[in-house]
């Protein structure tokens, strides 16, 4: 199963590609002076892209365990028919996954008995910038527990919705948690949100494919 696991993650790694091209061009454009408004649309973009990433990953993880659980050859009729109409069940949940929070991500996992949410406990870095005086880049790192990583999850999900559809950022606590810049009282996503929303993402898709191994060795 860790050849099947270990794909799902490099499709994800792969799918995640165009948020750190996103991140690396907004790095290059922070190193002259000035302000840019548009910029921001840099930061929008990787989150999109991160939680489309996240969808990706998902859905091929489930495929993956679904084919782990093909009945061999020699096996009775009536087992593979069985798996047949589960394995086209799940199909058709996975093409219907077009909101990947942590209810429905479960839910669609439940179907494989697969529950890796208590190992999201993470702990992940990502950079932020201050002045050359100041000593330039620098990491910056936050410890989850479990139940707060299924908060954040939930929150970047609002927040590629709110992107795509065009709308402003609530003023909730949730929102300028994750988004900690700031326009008319409303939270806005800075290049240092935009990264740090990368690498959880990172973070949760590597313990979760730790855990796959674990319970379908």
């Not at 993880?61 to 050859?73: E, I, S």
């Not at 299924?150 to 402003?168: A, P, S």
């Not at 950022?169 to 240092?192: H, I, W």
Request: charged content about 25%; aromatic content about 8%.
């Amino acid at each position: 199963m860790s050849a099947k696991t270990d794909a799902a993650r490099a499709r994800f790694h792969t799918a995640l590609t165009p948020a750190w091209d996103l991140i690396a061009i907004h790095k290059r454009l922070s190193e002259s002076p000035g302000r840019r408004e548009s910029e921001l649309s840099l930061n929008r973009g990787a989150v999109v892209f991160a939680v489309a990433a996240w969808q990706t990953y998902v859905e091929q993880l489930t495929a993956a365990m679904v084919a782990a659980a093909l009945p061999p050859a020699t096996a009775p009729a009536s087992e593979k028919h069985l798996y047949s109409m589960l394995k086209a069940n799940i199909d058709n949940q996975i093409k219907r996954l077009n909101v990947p929070d942590t209810k429905k991500t479960l839910e669609l996992w439940a179907w494989v008995k697969f529950e890796p949410s208590t190992s999201w406990a993470v702990t992940y870095s990502w950079q932020k910038q201050r002045s050359v005086a100041h000593g330039g880049w620098f990491n910056d790192s936050a410890t989850v527990t479990a139940h707060q990583a299924k908060e954040d999850l939930d929150t970047y999900v609002l927040i590629r919705h709110k992107i795509v559809h065009g709308d402003v950022l609530p003023m909730e606590p949730r929102y300028a948690r994750l988004a900690t810049g700031s326009r008319d009282g409303r939270p806005r996503l800075k290049r240092v949100d935009a990264d740090r929303c990368l690498n959880f993402f990172l973070a949760l898709v590597n313990a979760t494919t730790t855990e796959a191994g674990t319970q379908f060795p």
